[in-house]
């Protein structure tokens, strides 16, 4: 396995960080985990724009620009896939502030870190998908909008850190997390959705998400299969009542829910849920961009 840092490749027992970087010291950095799935990367452009857009609102300089960035993505995935014999891995690209010192000022940091690493992953076990997950709904609030706006995805995950400890000690695999008016955002690494009456319903950006790629994709999905789709607010009645629950990331896909707070959710996995996850394969081909291109190839 080879490590990307800062222009250069190195094996995993090698890839080393400052202790003095600002991701390190104080969560100060961006990033994105992509899916590999047959030697083709599932929405590159999107991840890769959302990280530039996280970047950008913290002011944070990566030293490649979106070309040269997509191009060693591939490239380090080439690399591992053929190294590893892979069809498919999991990318973590990482964007810190940088070595600085010890005080907080970015300013002390010259120069951005970049990070990439190709591996293998899986949160839940197979099992999860056809039994479904047990959640709680955390005692933990998500910070408002003005306060960390959640578009960015950060190397800071404390919040969703103490909701997940959360749920270990009730002995569910996630958690549910509220806004401070009370109304449904997300669990700690997924977007949630739910299914009422034949209709499939995640909440809206304003109630303070993490705008999912695999989020926007089940949208997609929804509409290609004709099944009616709607961004609105969930309140903690509408989850406990809904005939399906789901989550979706990219680390966990699109994966059933089958107890929320002990109470069993009426359907799991149900018909609708299915029909999306069956179809999640053939959306998935057909967003991705191939690692080996023509010239590649050639």
Not at 38 to 43: A, G, L, N, P, Q
Not at 160 to 182: F, R, W
Request: proline share 5%.
């Amino acid at each position: 396995m080879k490590i990307f840092i800062d222009g250069k490749l190195y094996p995993k027992e090698e890839a080393k960080v400052s202790v003095w970087d600002h991701g390190f010291l104080y969560g100060d950095g961006v990033f994105e985990g992509i899916r590999v799935y047959s030697k083709k990367i599932f929405k590159l452009n999107e991840h890769l724009e959302r990280l530039y857009y996280s970047a950008k609102v913290i002011d944070l300089n990566i030293p490649y620009d979106y070309q040269e960035l997509k191009s060693i993505v591939k490239e380090v995935v080439r690399v591992n896939l053929e190294e590893e014999n892979w069809e498919d891995a999991y990318i973590r690209l990482v964007a810190s502030r940088g070595v600085g010192d010890l005080g907080l000022d970015p300013r002390k940091c010259l120069k951005p870190t970049v990070v990439i690493i190709v591996d293998k992953i899986q949160l839940y076990p197979k099992e999860y998908y056809e039994k479904g997950l047990k959640v709680i709904i955390s005692s933990f609030r998500r910070p408002s909008a003005d306060i960390l706006s959640p578009r960015i995805k950060s190397l800071n995950y404390l919040n969703n850190i103490l909701a997940k400890i959360e749920a270990n000690y009730a002995n569910c695999q996630e958690a549910v997390m509220l806004n401070s008016q009370g109304y449904i955002t997300e669990c700690t690494a997924d977007n949630i959705f739910i299914v009422k009456n034949d209709i499939v319903i995640t909440p809206p950006p304003y109630v303070g998400i993490l705008e999912g790629v695999t989020r926007a994709s089940v949208i997609d999905i929804c509409k290609e299969l004709n099944i009616k789709v709607k961004e609105e607010v969930i309140d903690i009645k509408d989850l406990m009542n809904a005939d399906e629950v789901f989550l979706t990331g990219t680390g966990a896909e699109i994966i059933p829910v089958s107890e929320v707070n002990g109470k069993k959710v009426r359907y799991c996995p149900g018909d609708i849920t299915n029909k999306i996850r069956k179809y999640f394969p053939n959306y998935v081909s057909f967003w991705s961009t191939p690692v080996y291109d023509e010239e590649t190839v050639k």
